[in-house]
């Protein structure tokens, strides 16, 4: 398996082609994003070559209208990382530019498709585009696929619960800290990844030390608190985090801090990784010490109870 940086002009490697396709930019890799992948997967063994996954670096988004960056649901290295795992064999990452936004439909599917990638198979989800100005649909591509005789599926949309599944709709079901739904649309827990800094280590003067974490690149859940699994160094504990400010303390600012149950130890400067399982609560001041210590030994019992919960769901 591999991960590859190309332009539009460039030609790939061998084992890049002669498999089958699916162009998106797949931000979450979420139960659609699955979908695509596993019918693609169908078709690489029809046509005995890879399943090559086709996303783009920055998004186009955001070169056709600059200041319209927002923290995606995962980075490129996460993204690959989830691609791989339900069934990519190799990943391109096209970088964005102009000149690739600038080709048309035919364009694009003569030179990335045919030229660069040698596709045998071509797989789409149901409300696909592609091309300068986002004119390129399903119905242009099954024709362009007939007359190069590649085999081309577009798969309806997915739903779960009857609600359909999409980027924009785990963004907001994380946002408004809803992170049960999240985790249904993904098919796994919504995962963050930070590094831990200096707090105001005030947890650590009334029994509660926590892990104040920065550098967190993708969308923060809304503010509350979550049973969480908290991995460092490849050892996964059990965790309670909570996300907003801390109006106990007069506090304004929105910071991340996880406490990881049972564990005694520094952290400082360490690359931590925290999947939400569940909101316990919303944060809410209290009035004061003795009271906050009091909830929080409530929400770590909680928490401990959901985390044997879910892994027992898990194991059974």
Request: aromatic share 6%; proline share 6%; net charge neutral.
């Amino acid at each position: 398996m591999a991960t590859a940086y190309f332009d539009w002009s460039d030609y790939a490697p061998r084992e890049f082609t002669g498999g089958a396709v699916t162009v998106g930019n797949f931000d979450g890799v979420h139960r659609g994003h699955q979908a695509l992948v596993a019918e693609a997967r169908q078709h690489a063994e029809s046509v005995r070559g890879p399943v090559v996954v086709v996303t783009f670096d920055p998004p186009p988004h955001q070169v056709l209208h600059p200041g319209s960056e927002r923290p995606p649901l995962t980075t490129l290295p996460q993204r690959a990382e989830l691609l791989h795992a339900i069934g990519a064999d190799h990943v391109v990452v096209l970088r964005t530019s102009p000149a690739l936004l600038a080709l048309s439909p035919e364009a694009f599917f003569e030179d990335v498709i045919v030229r660069q990638l040698g596709a045998k198979a071509l797989v789409e989800g149901y409300d696909f585009r592609f091309g300068r100005g986002r004119t390129g649909t399903n119905e242009t591509l099954q024709t362009m696929c007939a007359d190069a005789g590649l085999k081309f599926t577009a798969i309806p949309q997915y739903s779960v619960g009857g609600e359909p599944v999409s980027s924009s709709r785990v963004r907001a079901a994380l946002v408004s800290g809803d992170v049960s739904r999240a985790a249904e649309l993904l098919n796994r827990p919504y995962r963050i990844v930070g590094t831990v800094v200096t707090g105001a280590q005030r947890g650590r003067t009334i029994g509660f030390p926590t892990a104040n974490l920065d550098n967190v690149l993708t969308v923060l859940p809304g503010n509350g608190v979550f049973a969480v699994r908290a991995t460092v160094d490849g050892v996964t504990h059990p965790a309670a985090a909570n996300i907003g400010p801390n109006p106990t303390f007069g506090e304004d600012a929105r910071k991340i801090e996880v406490h990881l149950i049972g564990f005694t130890g520094d952290l400082y400067g360490r690359e931590m990784s925290v999947e939400f399982v569940a909101r316990l609560r919303e944060t809410k001041p209290f009035k004061g010490v003795g009271e906050l210590t009091e909830q929080l030994k409530r929400d770590i019992t909680r928490a401990q109870d959901v985390l044997s919960a879910e892994k027992v769901r898990a194991e059974s």
